[in-house]
């Protein structure tokens, strides 16, 4: 059986990260992995994301335990993440509660592409079935795929395809160059709440390049969750 992570907790404005503790060149990776929301009140969601600190944890709520809700680290720390997003917040432009994006350098505004709630998944997200996804990034062009039947992913399963994600090594060249970081996973509950977020066959590929540090495949027993007061604080 599969080891499975529960993100999200059953109390309000409360954020999570469960970060895997091995650093790596972000050059090249592939991720899959499945979720599901069995329970709860609806807010807010979690992010895969690739953070320069091992201990990163942003803001609860619609900061999803990622984003920095001060100012403090916005655009200064090479970073992204995919947002998968339960809830429409009123800070940051949402325009649905059902939404992937990406953003970078834990901004909650820094998203990249055509604005913070474009690409819609065709199903619910917090339906309570299971939701199966695949990352991949390639030089600084990341793709999605989602659907709810399985891993076996198909063109029509494409939600963001090979969006680039810019200077997210804060460089100033305006381009993608390679970095050091690390992988994992944040949420964040607000008023409302989901009791669970249930994540299992997580599966990691750092693609290996000359002269780099190969991490292979890796599962979820590799990550570590990290308590509240472990993280940076931030604000
Ligand atoms: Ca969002
Ligand atoms: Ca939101
Ligand atoms: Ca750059």
Do not use: K
Not at 116 to 122: D, E, N
Not at 131 to 156: C, E, H, K
Request: hydrophobic content about 40%; proline content about 5%.
């Amino acid at each position: 059986m599969s080891p499975s992570l529960g993100l999200a907790f059953c109390y309000t404005n409360l954020a999570g990260s469960a970060i895997l503790q091995q650093r790596a060149e972000v050059r090249r990776l592939d991720a899959q992995f499945r979720f599901r929301v069995p329970t709860g009140t609806g807010a807010d969601g979690f992010t895969f994301g690739v953070f320069d600190v091992p201990y990163h944890l942003g803001a609860s709520g619609g900061y999803l335990g990622c984003y920095d809700n001060t100012g403090t680290l916005a655009g200064l720390y090479p970073s992204f993440a995919v947002e998968f997003d339960m809830y429409q917040g009123g800070t940051s432009g949402e325009t649905n509660e059902n939404h992937v994006a990406v953003h970078r350098n834990y901004g909650i505004n820094n998203y990249v592409g055509a604005g913070p709630s474009t690409y819609v998944p065709s199903f619910d997200m917090e339906d309570g079935n299971w939701a199966y996804v695949r990352i991949s990034f390639d030089n600084g062009l990341i793709s999605v795929w989602m659907n709810q039947t399985g891993f076996n992913f198909g063109p029509g399963d494409l939600l963001i395809d090979q969006l680039d994600v810019g200077d997210v090594d804060v460089n100033g060249n305006g381009r993608f160059d390679p970095f050091f970081g690390y992988f994992g996973f944040t949420a964040g509950t607000g008023g409302s709440l989901y009791n669970q977020i249930i994540i299992d066959n997580f599966m990691l590929n750092v693609i290996p390049e000359p002269s780099s540090l190969a991490l292979g495949w890796i599962g979820l027993g590799s990550l570590l969750w990290l308590a509240r007061r472990g993280a940076r604080p931030i604000g």
